[in-house]
């Protein structure tokens, strides 16, 4: 994992030069700052990435979204209507935050958030700094078993602390001179309804899919679920997913299986280590 070099000591400047030489030093730190910026891995792998808009930006996008969506919601009279599901959810998805968060320690920082919506085609996502949506439809119709249910919360919080959002949306400018200066809310606007920017991204988005499960089940292993039960998630969604794989950037449901049977023979290991150790407290939301 890159880190910051020790700074070397600087001469005190004197006379005409000392203007020069603090305009150096401020150059420097200039740059310091920006390679922290831009410079992060994603946990497990250590791939590097290059970020050009900050953490900050895209959660600030991504919460003031998530708030909009709990106020309809919660006017449709759709938000959290079934208490035991909700306890349910935010009991196994605690668990698996309090391990997302030795993964990324600064995710401790967020204000996590978890709530369940009813009666839309909603299955499960975690937005930019710790905000969760899941369906009840989907859950109940797939009648998930808690550890089919740790895969999928697991997935969906390891996108999140391997920021892939922030990645993608940083990755736009670089496809055309025609967005090179664009800012965030700018490419937002761009994936909306440029076709041809979602698919150069596609590789990037497969890629990212495949990390999260990988992340995903790491997580949902050490915290005492089974590593298999992200194989049978898989298999039960098999049927959703007959699209063209040109167009899905989720990677064809045969491929992803391959890959996540090798996730969860390595990760066999710490699901049995997790059910002798004892288990921590799940994170607790407020």
């Known amino acids: 994992m890159p880190r910051f070099q020790r700074p070397q000591p600087v001469t005190p400047c004197r006379g005409a030069s000392r203007g020069r030489c603090c305009c150096g030093v401020l150059l420097a730190l200039l740059l310091m700052l920006e ?8 946990p497990i792998n250590g791939r590097q990435q290059h970020m050009v808009f900050t953490a900050a930006q895209v959660q600030a996008i991504a919460t003031a979204a998530y708030d909009k969506r709990l106020r309809e919601l919660t006017r449709q009279g759709k938000l959290d209507r079934n208490p035991a599901l909700v306890e349910r959810v935010r009991r196994i ?5 309090t391990q997302a968060i030795v993964l990324k320690p ?11 919506t009813a009666g839309d085609r909603t299955d499960a996502y975690c937005m930019a700094g710790g905000k969760i949506l899941v369906g009840d439809t989907f859950l109940e119709d797939e009648r998930f078993t808690d550890d089919e249910l740790a895969a999928l919360l697991g997935h969906e919080i390891a996108h999140t602390i391997a920021e892939h959002v922030r990645e993608q949306l940083s990755a736009v400018p670089d ?4 967005y090179a200066h664009f800012g965030v809310d700018d490419v937002i606007a761009v994936l909306g309804w ?10 990037l988005s497969r890629l990212h899919e495949l990390e999260a499960d990988d992340i ?16 049978e998630f898989y298999r039960k969604l098999g049927h959703l997913d007959r699209g063209n794989d040109f167009f899905n950037s989720h990677g064809a449901n045969d491929q992803r299986v391959q890959a996540v049977e090798s996730f969860a023979t390595y ?14 407290p799940g994170f607790v939301f407020h």
């Open 35 to 42: 390679e922290g910026v831009a410079a992060t891995v994603v």
């Open 93 to 97: 998805a605690g668990r698996i935050i």
């Open 106 to 116: 600064e995710a401790a920082q967020w204000a996590w958030e978890i709530h369940t």
């Open 175 to 178: 496809l055309s001179p025609a």
């Open 194 to 203: 440029d076709l041809s920017v979602t698919l150069k991204l596609a590789p």
């Open 216 to 231: 995903g089940i790491y997580m949902a292993a050490k915290t005492g679920y089974d590593p298999q039960a992200l194989l």
């Open 267 to 280: 990760a066999e290991s710490l699901y049995k280590a997790s059910l002798a150790a004892h288990r921590e």
